[in-house]
């Protein structure tokens, strides 16, 4: 084989190998931003992703939000919208959600309502106290990248990078997953590994310093609440490190702290995982945050102001 043979059988094999990609990632569609009808199901959507095209469906009817991590999925957001007072919540619970995903997202809402003459009412804030100050997942990796209506990036840049990667891996096991084949596939849940330096603290305390004045300069209700940790999560953590954090937390802003109850660890049933709590312990939370009557105990949550 002539040397030019050879450069062009090098150029066909890196096409058929990109057109392959392309394919694949379309159909396929790991991360759930094409569209795509052919995988019913995902094991690593982009959750960021999901959660903004939800907003910018409808823009219009959204006249508070509620920010959290994927433990705010339970909260019953008609309930919270009664509470607030308001017509409906924006759900941005993203997966390991932090300040970091947050502040973009409600400055990009004041900007909207700069046209639209003051929407935004209320803000329904969760912070981990566990995870603050961590690095975050924000616009880390391939499955927690924010559209470019929110980052401000070129789209040809946001949807090139979803088309050319290749993600061997995340495509087998979504076809395994379809195909209904036992798997025991990587979590795509970030654990942490003990105690650990927080290398983001004083970035992130910065930006909920900026959202808290954000909130305040545009009349807007800032409820924030940190919420319950288990005990058995808490064996992977430095219990004063995240004491420390709280403190810090409720120097900056009013919240109401849900703490490390013995007895909530004590009951399984009210867990989904041992990071994740039932959609009973979301209601509880509510009730005390908005002083309706509750079955929880009388000391289930805190009142932490600066």
């Known amino acids: 084989m002539n040397s030019r043979s050879y450069v062009v059988a090098v150029m066909c094999a890196a096409v058929a190998v990109l057109a392959v990609t392309v394919a694949a990632n379309v159909s396929i569609d790991p991360q759930g931003v094409f569209g795509s009808r052919l995988i019913r199901s995902h094991l690593n959507p982009n959750g960021r992703y999901r959660a903004y095209q939800a907003y910018a469906a409808s823009p219009s009817k959204f006249d508070a939000v509620l920010f959290a991590s994927s433990r705010g999925r339970v909260f019953d957001r008609e309930v ?3 509470y607030l007072d308001v017509r409906e919540v924006a759900n941005f619970s993203v997966p390991f959600g932090m300040v970091t995903d947050y502040l973009p997202i409600l400055e990009l809402m004041l900007r909207e309502d700069a046209r639209a003459r003051g929407r935004l009412k ?3 804030l969760i912070l981990d106290p566990d995870y603050f100050g961590e690095s975050p997942w924000t616009n880390s990796e391939i499955g927690n990248f924010w559209p470019p209506e929110v980052t401000g990036e070129s789209r040809f840049r946001f949807w090139w990078r979803y088309l050319t990667v290749f993600q061997y891996n995340y495509w087998k096991v979504d076809v395994f997953h379809e195909l209904g084949i036992p798997r025991s596939p990587a979590s795509a849940t970030k654990i942490a ?6 290398p983001d603290l004083a970035r992130q305390a910065e930006m909920l310093k900026r959202f808290v004045e954000l909130c305040r300069a545009h009349d807007v209700r800032l409820v924030v609440a940190l ?5 058995q999560n808490m064996l992977e953590f430095d219990a004063e490190d995240v004491d420390r954090n709280v403190k810090g937390i409720s120097s900056i802003v009013p919240v109401w702290d849900f703490g490390r109850p013995d007895w909530l660890s004590d009951r399984a ?9 039932s959609g009973e312990v979301s209601t509880m939370m509510l009730q005390r945050i908005f002083g309706v009557k509750t079955e929880a105990p009388e000391n289930f949550g805190s009142f932490r102001s600066p």
Not at 269 to 277: A, G, N, Q, T
């Open 269 to 277: 049933d009210l867990w989904e995982d041992k990071v994740h709590f």
């Open 227 to 231: 919420p319950p940790l288990s005990r």
């Open 122 to 124: 209320a803000v329904f």
């Open 193 to 198: 590994a003990g105690p650990t330096p927080r």
């Open 80 to 82: 919270l919208a009664r």
